[in-house]
């Protein structure tokens, strides 16, 4: 499910940059949300990782 969040949200960002400077700082804020996501996607896959190893 957060793959398909960030994954959206990554398509979303590149139309915004190939289409111009339309909404311009929504651009980037999408940009900054998709890479929340990612990272958060990141930590709980090392965290349960560590949690198996306990």
Partial sequence: ???IIFILLLA???LGV???YVFS???HV???IA???LLVKIF????????KIK
Wanted: hydrophobic share 60%.
């Fill in 35 to 37: 890479i929340i996501v």
């Fill in 12 to 14: 979303l960002w590149l």
């Fill in 44 to 51: 709980q896959k090392r965290k349960s990782k560590a949690s």
């Fill in 25 to 27: 700082g929504f651009i």
């Fill in 30 to 32: 999408l940009l900054v």
């Fill in 18 to 20: 190939v289409s111009g």
């Fill in 1 to 3: 499910m957060i793959w």
